[in-house]
């Protein structure tokens, strides 16, 4: 072929490429959006999820069963001292859980659900320190048969006080530990560098050992070397599941479905339901003000104060702002400016889920 005619073609490509998009640029654009389209309500998508037949049962059972044969490995190497952390694609939570039930049950175990919007790490951080004292407690009971002296409440140390009291030096209770569960340590309600930093140092102490989860293709940026090889110290394990993420989707509405009421006040109602009961009752009077007084901004923190110490459900102001932190945290509650210049407090929910609410509340 001639040196000409390849100059042609190219030419003849390049005018063809223009040409097509000044077209292109010329025709008229949709004015259809994707908020236009009529999707499924949640509730009617998540059921007919659930009815999609499970596949290959039985070479996803011979692959669990493979994994309950690590179970006393994985112990002996939480003893020695190392983290395990699970990943591969599906849910880990029943393999772990099921770890735990079965091969932990000289340990106390707490499970932290990573998956939630929101985790209260130093919550976390004192009911470990909580559960290891009652082992110290009981240990020293049955040892001397006498108790141990009063200490100072958890509640009301400094996080440096319970990392030192987790990473107690006194050798003869070296073996005695506590198995703290994380579900999706990677999930939205622990993932903040503060948060990682605090389970970092949770894991190094000397009466901890962690099994965590990930399921983030970028999980292991969350932390430096020192992390993993140091504070985690992580032994890393392959176990895909390919079970389904029921439970941890359950907090994430659907991509192609509108959230329902049904799914709104359910996940409230789940919230709330690990909250205590006069943190429940604080909620509900929120909600009564919120139906009987739809068209107003909220409910002035005072008057909430005010029906609260009526009822008996609070004792002070500061009682009352560790429920109201609790809420913030889990996103049940927001504050606006009312037109008078006081805060309200508000529930960012419609009134069909709030009535559903309060049913499933009692």
Known sequence: MEIDDLDDEELAFSRNYFLAKELGGSTKKSSRKLADIDVVDEQELRAAAAKIEPKHEKEIAAL???????????????????????????????????????????????????????????????????????????????????????????TSRSMDDLFSFLNGSNEEDKDCFVCVVIHNIDGVGLRDSETQDYLARVAACSHV??????????????????????????????????????????????????????????????????????????????????????????????????????????????????????????ELVKTRRHSDGQDCLYIPLPSEALEKLIMELG
């Open 64 to 154: 669990i069963a493979s994994y309950k044969s690590l179970y006393s490995k994985w112990e002996f190497e939480l003893r020695c001292g190392f983290g395990l952390l699970m990943y591969g694609f599906g849910s880990k939570k029943a393999l772990i859980e099921d770890f735990a039930s079965t091969a932990l049950t000289d340990y106390s175990v707490i499970v932290i659900n990573g998956y939630l919007q929101s985790v209260n790490i130093k919550q976390v951080i004192v009911a470990i320190a909580e559960v290891l004292s009652d082992q110290l407690k009981s240990r020293v009971r049955n040892a001397s048969g006498s108790t141990s002296k009063v200490h100072q409440p958890f």
């Open 209 to 330: 050992r962690i099994i965590a989860s990930i399921d983030h293709v970028n999980a292991p940026l969350l932390w430096d070397k020192k992390m993993v090889h140091t504070q985690f110290n992580w032994l890393w394990y392959h176990v895909p599941t390919f079970a389904s993420y029921k439970v941890e989707g359950m907090f994430f509405p659907l991509i192609l479905a509108h959230g329902g009421t049904a799914q709104s006040a359910k996940t409230a109602t789940i919230v709330l339901q690990s909250l205590t009961p006069n943190a429940q009752s604080v909620f509900k009077v929120l909600i009564e003000h919120q139906l009987s007084h739809p068209d107003e901004e909220g409910m002035p923190i005072n008057n909430l104060y005010a029906i609260s110490r009526e009822r008996f459900l609070v004792s002070s102001q500061v009682t009352l702002n560790s429920h109201l932190t609790e809420f913030k945290d889990h």
